[in-house]
């Protein structure tokens, strides 16, 4: 049997993202914490037909020293407490330390294919940026754009889907089956 995924991003895809002069931030703790509409009855669709679901997160601002890792985790374990999520996987580094598990190269996935056999060609990566789209790709996934219009680096191009919610993101994920 395929064991498939699709990994989410998190801030913009399954909950809202604190947007400051057109760039998206994490919200600062759990009382700015809000899942979008929509995304619970998405997630049961796409478990329903047999996909594992993964947060896949970049979370620089503990690196940063603007964000603790105890707040990053309480978040990350509201959402898996609320939602039917099977993992979450966080970056905490910045882009000069140089990981693996940074996107847009993508570390987070490949431990999922190694430590759970999820068949990347099988699975799709659904962000709200151009580095989701680019870590998707780099890991063989088909990737689903949520296009929030970001004044940031265009990811438009890179996606196979685009579309406005992680609803409308199932409904295309999953009648490409």
């Not at 997630?43 to 105890?70: C, H, W, Y």
């Not at 999922?112 to 709200?128: A, N, P, Q, Y």
Request: proline share 6%.
């Amino acid at each position: 049997m395929i064991r498939r995924a699709v990994f989410l991003d998190r801030d913009g895809v399954i909950n809202r993202p604190i947007v400051r002069e057109g760039k998206p931030y994490p919200p600062r703790d759990l009382s700015q914490l809000e899942i979008l509409p929509g995304v619970p009855d998405a997630m049961r669709a796409l478990k329903a037909v047999g996909f594992e679901l993964i947060v896949v997160t970049n979370q620089p601002d503990v690196a940063r020293g603007t964000m603790s890792r105890e707040t990053v985790e309480a978040i990350n374990t509201r959402l898996m407490d609320e939602l039917p999520l099977d993992e979450v996987l966080t970056c905490f580094h910045d882009d000069t330390d140089g990981c693996n598990c940074r996107k847009p190269r993508p570390g987070l996935m490949l431990q999922m294919r190694d430590e759970r056999g999820i068949d990347l060609t099988h699975s799709f990566l659904v962000g709200d940026r151009w580095r989701d789209m680019e870590a998707g790709r780099n890991a063989g996934c088909r990737t689903v754009l949520i296009n929030w219009g970001y004044k940031e680096r265009d990811a438009v191009g890179q996606a196979d889907y685009v579309c406005g919610s992680l609803k409308e993101a199932a409904h295309w994920i999953t009648s490409h089956l």
